[in-house]
């Protein structure tokens, strides 16, 4: 299969990966080098993706492949790689066994595409998007992790299921590191031209934003087995369409702090403007006293994390 320039690469053709290769081909936004392990399974999910093209009329083209030098050239490799959380199973529990597979991967991403822009999936987000900034060496502004698009994505649907509104017309502030502590951000958060916090009492606001920070889990306890992935490839597929098309879109993005809200030398979720150099600019937004609190406590927690990884020397 002939794959044109700019293309997007996806490691792990998984549910994530090919969920998402699927809505890059049908939305338009470019063609797709999809890469596992497993022989035969991108190339068979890549086929079945093609054989869909004249139904769903895109002219978009997808290759699966075992072969990292299939992602020579990549504009940008999105990493899904790795084990899914399983019933019971918290992020930090992925920790090593997704460091390695984070490992292989970026070492052949920089071999590769060395230029490319970086989208980390895999669990536990934070971490594993600080480890493929170290072991790629690229600059910051190429590598980033995707939490804060979902995070923000699940909220708005709360909200706008409980005061029967369309979603698109509810906006949601969702920072911090993408874990149990990740700081729902109700004063910041509008459904149509209202502060949410002026439309929900406050006991229902909290539940909705407990419900947000347990989206995950919540989803694979429904599953029983894999962990959700509509929602994440749409919000990986929101945050390449920003990069592709040079928007400028300000989205929640898992980025390197230097200073910002106070914190430095770590990744965490922070609204960032997304364009065709990757992170262009970080945003600070005033936060109530609560917030900046809980915050800090998120960022505790996703720096544990770092110095775990580390310890272990992973
Ligand atoms: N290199 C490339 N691919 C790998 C490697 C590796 N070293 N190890 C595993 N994979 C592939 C698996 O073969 C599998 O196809 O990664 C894919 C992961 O897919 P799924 O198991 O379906 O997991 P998915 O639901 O897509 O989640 C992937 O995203 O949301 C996060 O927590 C989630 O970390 C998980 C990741």
Same mark, same amino acid.
């Given at each position: 299969?002939?794959?044109?320039?700019?293309?997007?690469?996806?490691?792990?053709?998984?549910?994530?990966?090919?969920?998402?290769?699927?809505?890059?081909?049908?939305?338009?936004?470019?063609?797709?080098?999809?890469?596992?392990?497993?022989?035969?399974?991108?190339?068979?999910?890549?086929?079945?993706?093609?054989?869909?093209?004249?139904?769903?009329?895109?002219?978009?083209?997808?290759?699966?492949?075992?072969?990292?030098?299939?992602?020579?050239?990549?504009?940008?490799?999105?990493?899904?790689?790795?084990?899914?959380?399983?019933?019971?199973?918290?992020?930090?529990?992925?920790? $090593?066994?997704?460091? @390695? #597979?984070? =490992? &292989?991967?970026?070492?052949? /991403?920089? !071999?590769?595409?060395? *230029?490319?822009?970086?989208?980390?999936?895999?669990?536990?987000?934070?971490?594993?998007?600080?480890?493929?900034?170290?072991?790629?060496?690229?600059?910051?502004?190429?590598?980033?992790?995707?939490?804060?698009?979902?995070?923000?994505?699940?909220?708005?649907?709360?909200?706008?299921?409980?005061?029967?509104?369309?979603?698109?017309?509810?906006?949601?502030?969702?920072?911090?590191?993408?874990?149990?502590?990740?700081?729902?951000?109700?004063?910041?958060? $509008?459904?149509?031209? @209202? #502060?949410? =916090? &002026?439309?929900?009492?406050? /006991?229902? !606001?909290?539940?909705? *934003?407990?419900?947000?920070?347990?989206?995950?889990?919540?989803?694979?306890?429904?599953?029983?087995?894999?962990?959700?992935?509509?929602?994440?490839?749409?919000?990986?597929?929101?945050?390449?369409?920003?990069?592709?098309?040079?928007?400028?879109?300000?989205?929640?993005?898992?980025?390197?702090?230097?200073?910002?809200?106070?914190?430095?030398?770590?990744?965490?979720?922070?609204?960032?403007?997304?364009?065709?150099?990757?992170?262009?600019?970080?945003?600070?937004?005033?936060?109530?006293?609560?917030?900046?609190?809980?915050?800090?406590?998120?960022?505790?927690?996703?720096?544990?994390?770092?110095?775990?990884?580390?310890?272990?020397?992973?």
């Amino acid at each position: 299969m002939n794959i044109r320039k700019p293309f997007t690469a996806i490691i792990g053709a998984g549910q994530v990966g090919a969920t998402t290769a699927q809505r890059i081909l049908e939305k338009g936004l470019s063609d797709v080098v999809l890469f596992d392990v497993v022989p035969g399974m991108p190339q068979g999910k890549a086929l079945d993706l093609m054989e869909a093209a004249p139904i769903e009329g895109h002219d978009r083209h997808i290759a699966g492949t075992n072969d990292y030098k299939d992602i020579a050239g990549a504009e940008i490799v999105v990493i899904t790689a790795g084990l899914p959380r399983k019933p019971g199973m918290t992020r930090e529990d992925l920790l $090593r066994v997704n460091a @390695k #597979i984070i =490992r &292989e991967v970026c070492d052949n /991403v920089k !071999l590769r595409a060395p *230029e490319s822009k970086l989208i980390v999936v895999t669990n536990p987000l934070d971490i594993m998007t600080h480890l493929a900034f170290k072991v790629t060496g690229f600059p910051e502004r190429r590598v980033f992790g995707m939490a804060g698009v979902l995070d923000t994505a699940r909220m708005r649907f709360f909200i706008a299921d409980k005061l029967d509104m369309v979603s698109r017309d509810v906006d949601a502030v969702v920072l911090g590191g993408h874990g149990d502590l990740m700081v729902p951000v109700s004063s910041r958060s $509008r459904a149509g031209e @209202k #502060i949410v =916090r &002026e439309l929900i009492p406050e /006991v229902e !606001l909290s539940g909705i *934003e407990q419900r947000t920070r347990d989206g995950g889990a919540e989803i694979v306890a429904l599953l029983k087995t894999g962990s959700a992935f509509y929602a994440p490839a749409s919000s990986v597929c929101e945050m390449v369409k920003a990069i592709l098309k040079n928007e400028k879109k300000i989205l929640p993005v898992c980025a390197r702090l230097n200073g910002e809200f106070g914190l430095r030398d770590i990744y965490f979720g922070v609204p960032a403007q997304l364009g065709k150099n990757g992170i262009e600019k970080i945003f600070e937004i005033p936060l109530a006293d609560d917030e900046k609190k809980a915050l800090l406590l998120s960022a505790d927690k996703v720096r544990q994390g770092i110095q775990e990884v580390d310890r272990l020397g992973l």
